[in-house]
T-cell receptor, first 111, second 117 residues
Framework: GQNIDQPTEMTATEGAIVQINCTYQTSGFNGLFWYQQHAGEAPTFLSYNVLDGLEEKGRFSSFLSRSKGYSYLLLKELQMKDSASYLCAVISGNYGQNFVFGPGTRLSVLP | GAVVSQHPSRVICKSGTSVKIECRSLDFQATTMFWYRQFPKKSLMLMATSNEGSKATYEQGVEKDKFLINHASLTLSTLTVTSAHPEDSSFYIC?????????????FGSGTQLSVL
């Protein structure tokens, strides 16, 4: 089976930088997604990592270390609208048939 | 790294209409692509295997007349949801296999959120 862990809640200040960690244990790793989800809405795709290293997209960056079973999502220049849940999801299996979400991290951005 | 582009990222349509989703491998040729459906906070469900130049192989329980798959070239597979209904509303993701059989890697598109009204 898979085991995915994220901090439950985080708080940060507008304009700051925050790092949300995700650790996982799985076999047949095929990739890791980060999603943003506002209350009552479907998750929105943020990033996808399958190779080690840092992927940067504007204010958002995602890092993966497969050997450590570790990923983080980095959010820069925080805005109030970034208050949301952030979910990491791990895909595994020969054909990516196993897709499991982590428990999610609730981020609150304060003025 | 290899990139798989999926479009559109979000589509809203009326009940009874058809919706086409494209999956492209941008910097490699993919003889095999996969289509998945994901319900909120649940596991990804493999719908079908798309093979270039031949008919797709559908998983049990997936209606092949409802979800038409065309893999006409080595870089493009399309999924058409025909006569869509509200229960078809879901998150659809594709993936593409890169490399020889001895060292295959799987790359995913970013998904399409389909909402049928």
């Amino acid at each position: 089976g898979q085991n995915i862990d994220q901090p439950t809640e985080m708080t940060a200040t507008e304009g700051a930088i925050v790092q949300i960690n995700c650790t996982y244990q799985t076999s047949g790793f095929n990739g890791l997604f980060w999603y943003q989800q506002h209350a009552g809405e479907a998750p929105t795709f943020l990033s996808y990592n399958v190779l080690d290293g840092l992927e940067e997209k504007g204010r958002f960056s995602s890092f993966l270390s497969r050997s450590k079973g570790y990923s983080y999502l980095l959010l820069k220049e925080l805005q109030m609208k970034d208050s949301a849940s952030y979910l990491c999801a791990v895909i595994s299996g020969n054909y990516g048939q196993n897709f499991v979400f982590g428990p999610g991290t609730r981020l609150s951005v304060l003025p | 790294g290899a990139v798989v582009s999926q479009h559109p990222s979000r589509v809203i349509c009326k009940s009874g209409t058809s919706v086409k989703i494209e999956c492209r491998s941008l910097d490699f040729q993919a003889t095999t692509m996969f289509w998945y459906r994901q319900f909120p906070k649940k596991s990804l469900m493999l719908m079908a295997t798309s093979n270039e130049g031949s008919k797709a192989t559908y998983e049990q329980g997936v209606e092949k007349d409802k979800f038409l798959i065309n893999h006409a070239s080595l870089t493009l597979s399309t999924l058409t949801v025909t006569s869509a209904h509200p229960e078809d509303s879901s998150f659809y993701i594709c993936s593409a296999l890169q490399g020889p059989a001895t060292n295959e890697k799987l790359f995913f598109g970013s998904g399409t959120q389909l909402s049928v009204l």
